[in-house]
C-alpha cells in the first residue's frame, strides 16, 4: 500500500484547503479533459466553498457523483443537488458537463465515454460513514465485487434514503486519485480501520491503484 497517504488535520478548513490543492494540482496536470466524481455528505461542503474559489479552467472538467439518493435534484437529500448549491452554481462549469445519471447503465455508459472507454476516472472524492462505508458501497453490498462500474443498491434498514446508484470498487479502484475525507470524533475509529486498510470495513477494502490520499480533521 506504497500509494496510501493519511494526513490528518486540527480543522476542516485546513483539511478542505489540502484536498482543494490536490483537485488543482491534479486537474492542471492533466491535458485534456478532466473526470471527477463527487459525494454527499456534510464533509466535502467545505471542500466545495474552497473550489468554489478557484480560477481554474472549469470548461475541462466533467463531474460525476460517487454515488447518488434517487430522489428528485431538488430534494434536500439529493447529493447532484447539494453539489449543485455548493459548487456548480458557483463555477464556470458547462451544464453539459454534469452528470447526474439516473441509472446504473446510464452512468456507466456516460463514464466510459468519457474516459475512452477505460473507466478510469481523474479524481474520486469519498466520504465515510460511521459504519465504514464510502460511497454508497455499505457492509456487505454486492458493490464491492460487481464487474460493474455502477449501480443500484439498496442501503441498509433505517438508512433513508434508502434506493440509491454508486460507483463500484470496480471504478474506484480504477481511479488515478482517489481521497477519502472524514472528520470529528465520531468518525476517528472508523477512519483508523480505513487508514491501515482493515479489511472489516469497506473503506478499508478499497485499493486504489492509483494515489489514495486518506484525510482526516479533528474538528467535525
Do not use: C
Not at 190 to 218: C, H, N, Q
Request: glycine residues 8%.
Amino acid at each position: 500500500m506504497k500509494n496510501r497517504v493519511v494526513r490528518r488535520f486540527k480543522t476542516g478548513g485546513a483539511m478542505a484547503s489540502f484536498a482543494a490543492g490536490l483537485f488543482k494540482r491534479t486537474l492542471l496536470h492533466k491535458s485534456g479533459g478532466f473526470t471527477a466524481a463527487l459525494p454527499g455528505g456534510a464533509t466535502p461542503a467545505r471542500l466545495f466553498k474552497e473550489l468554489a474559489s478557484l480560477p481554474l479552467p472549469w470548461e475541462q472538467v466533467v463531474f460525476f457523483m460517487s454515488d447518488e439518493r434517487l430522489v428528485p435534484a431538488s430534494s434536500p437529500a439529493s447529493n447532484f443537488g447539494a453539489a449543485r448549491k455548493a459548487l456548480f452554481s458557483k463555477i464556470k462549469v458547462p451544464s453539459a458537463n454534469l452528470r447526474p445519471a439516473r441509472t446504473p447503465a446510464a452512468l456507466e455508459k456516460e463514464i466510459l465515454k468519457e474516459t475512452k472507454s477505460s473507466g478510469r476516472l481523474d479524481f474520486v472524492l469519498l466520504g465515510l460513514g460511521a459504519d465504514g462505508h464510502t460511497a454508497s458501497v455499505f457492509p456487505g453490498s454486492p458493490a464491492e465485487k460487481s464487474e460493474k462500474l455502477a449501480l443500484a443498491v439498496t442501503a441498509p434498514r433505517g438508512v433513508k434514503p434508502a434506493r440509491r446508484l454508486t460507483l463500484t470498487f470496480r471504478a474506484l479502484n480504477r481511479a488515478r486519485l482517489v481521497v477519502l475525507m472524514a472528520a470529528g470524533p465520531a468518525k476517528k475509529s472508523v477512519f483508523k480501520l480505513a487508514a491501515r486498510g482493515e479489511r472489516t470495513i469497506p473503506a478499508g477494502r478499497l485499493r486504489p491503484a492509483g494515489k489514495f490520499y486518506l484525510l482526516f480533521s479533528e474538528e467535525p
